[in-house]
């Protein structure tokens, strides 16, 4: 029973983090390499990713940059490579990338839903068919997907956005149930509510930006940190630990 209700320190456990250059990411990377990790993080800004890369060396973290663009298959294929070149490998993934622009389906912006399908849903599945051959390999691995509460309950103008974190928690469960007993591979569905980001400044249609922002405007949201707190918690779990679903809504945010 030794270790049983212990953490597991995360040094030397290979993390790759992607939609760190902001947000949720960048906190959860700095989460990571604080525990020990070395950590690969990416996004498309190389510039937010190299300060952060900076900041991490400062803490007495390693990081490694690579710039990424989650709907890229080659590209989300060369971030699995990076880390195994870098760090000798890839024990947890965070599929956190992701995109919210917001509008009710009558205004049928399709570019917008073909975005979010793009990088909610298949960069998701390009950094699952990316790292799992690694992690076969190596015996063992920790995939945590970043979905969302609108996962489990749509909202008015968040159909489409919903429909891909619905999809997440789907790939999720059948993730956990064809490998977590068979191949040692943990997953992770992370479902915050609202969180203080960028992710709302993107909503492309002024009225629904201002709508949503301003519900939020006198209330208290997540804070970045408190996502990535969750994070940690279900990635330094003992490895007989599963911890397959966290819901992680603001006190302000009953439903
Ligand atoms: N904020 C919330 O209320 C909330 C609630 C529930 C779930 N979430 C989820 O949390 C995740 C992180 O969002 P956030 O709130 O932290 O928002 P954010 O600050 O806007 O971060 C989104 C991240 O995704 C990256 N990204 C977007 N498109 C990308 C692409 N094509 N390739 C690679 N990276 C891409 C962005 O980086 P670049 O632009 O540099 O590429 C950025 O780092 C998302 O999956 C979101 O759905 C957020």
Request: hydrophobic letters at 45%; aromatic letters at 4%; charged letters at 20%.
């Given at each position: 029973?030794?270790?049983?209700?212990?953490?597991?320190?995360?040094?030397?456990?290979?993390?790759?983090v992607t939609?760190?250059?902001?947000g949720?990411g960048?906190?959860?990377?700095?989460?990571?390499?604080?525990a020990?990790?070395?950590?690969?993080?990416?996004?498309?800004?190389?510039?937010?990713?190299?300060?952060?890369?900076?900041?991490?060396?400062?803490?007495?973290?390693?990081?490694?940059?690579?710039?990424?663009?989650?709907?890229?298959?080659?590209?989300?294929?060369?971030?699995?490579?990076?880390a195994?070149?870098?760090?000798?490998?890839?024990?947890i993934?965070?599929?956190?990338?992701?995109v919210m622009?917001?509008?009710?389906?009558a205004?049928?912006?399709?570019?917008?839903?073909?975005?979010?399908?793009?990088?909610?849903?298949?960069?998701?599945?390009?950094?699952?068919?990316?790292?799992?051959?690694?992690?076969?390999?190596?015996?063992?691995g920790?995939?945590?997907?970043?979905?969302?509460?609108a996962?489990?309950?749509?909202?008015?103008?968040?159909?489409?956005?919903?429909?891909?974190?619905?999809?997440?928690?789907?790939?999720?469960?059948?993730?956990?149930?064809?490998?977590?007993?068979?191949?040692?591979?943990?997953?992770?569905?992370?479902?915050?509510?609202?969180?203080?980001?960028?992710?709302?400044?993107?909503?492309?249609?002024?009225?629904?930006?201002?709508a949503?922002?301003?519900?939020?405007?006198?209330?208290?949201?997540?804070r970045?940190?408190?996502?990535?707190?969750?994070v940690?918690?279900?990635?330094?779990?003992?490895?007989?630990?599963?911890?397959n679903?966290?819901?992680?809504?603001?006190?302000?945010?009953?439903?």
């Amino acid at each position: 029973m030794s270790g049983a209700g212990q953490g597991v320190p995360l040094d030397g456990r290979v993390a790759v983090v992607t939609g760190a250059s902001s947000g949720i990411g960048a906190a959860v990377a700095r989460a990571l390499a604080d525990a020990g990790a070395p950590v690969v993080v990416a996004a498309r800004r190389a510039e937010r990713l190299a300060s952060l890369v900076a900041e991490i060396g400062e803490r007495g973290g390693r990081a490694s940059a690579c710039a990424t663009d989650v709907t890229v298959r080659a590209e989300v294929e060369a971030l699995i490579q990076h880390a195994q070149s870098e760090f000798g490998g890839v024990e947890i993934l965070v599929n956190n990338a992701g995109v919210m622009p917001l509008s009710p389906l009558a205004a049928a912006r399709v570019d917008d839903w073909e975005r979010m399908v793009d990088v909610n849903v298949k960069g998701v599945l390009f950094g699952i068919g990316a790292a799992l051959p690694v992690m076969l390999r190596e015996g063992r691995g920790h995939i945590v997907n970043v979905g969302s509460v609108a996962g489990r309950r749509p909202f008015p103008g968040g159909t489409v956005y919903a429909a891909t974190k619905f999809a997440l928690r789907a790939l999720s469960a059948g993730l956990q149930l064809e490998l977590s007993a068979e191949a040692g591979i943990r997953v992770t569905d992370i479902q915050p509510g609202v969180v203080d980001t960028e992710l709302a400044d993107h909503i492309p249609d002024p009225e629904q930006r201002a709508a949503f922002q301003g519900r939020w405007s006198e209330k208290r949201a997540l804070r970045a940190e408190d996502v990535a707190a969750a994070v940690l918690h279900a990635v330094t779990a003992p490895a007989h630990v599963n911890i397959n679903e966290i819901l992680i809504r603001p006190t302000d945010q009953p439903t």
